[in-house]
Every structure is written in C-alpha cells, then in structure tokens.
C-alpha cells in the first residue's frame, strides 16, 4: 500500500521505463509513459494498493508530476 501525505494529487503507476505523464505541460519534452494514460489519481491523505510484486526491479513514477520517481528492488528472502 502506499500513502499520499502531500497536499496535491499524485499518481503511483508502474511504468515499463519512465517518460513524461498525463499533464503535457509539466512532462518537458518526454513521451507520455503509456501507462500514465490510465493511471488513477490518489488524493491527498488517499492511498492506493500495490500488488504483489515479481522478483526483480519495478519502475513507478507519477502520473502528474513525472519528475517523481523511484525504483523499488524487490529481493527474494532466503
């Protein structure tokens, strides 16, 4: 699960490789991430699930604010 605690809407995409989002103005000159066309807002204090997660790394970003992003790594316990 993760948590919008900011005071603006955000998105929480899983994204192939990252690119720009669904505001064009804000994207400055990168492609729209395909993913970010049907991604779904979280409001602020909203949250929103993440599934289970393949072994491996997973690109997400948000949808609005396409600077935003990060790299979950995800390890296989032993």
Known sequence: MVR??????????????FG??????????????PECLVSTNIAPGGKAEVGTLAE???HF????HPWMRAVIKV???D
């Open 20 to 33: 720009g989002g669904k505001v064009p103005p804000l994207n400055k000159g990168l492609a729209t991430a």
């Open 4 to 17: 919008n605690r900011g005071g603006r809407i955000h998105t929480f995409t899983e994204v192939a490789s």
């Open 61 to 64: 970003q948000c949808c609005i």
């Open 75 to 77: 390890k296989r316990e």
């Open 56 to 58: 491996g790394n997973h």
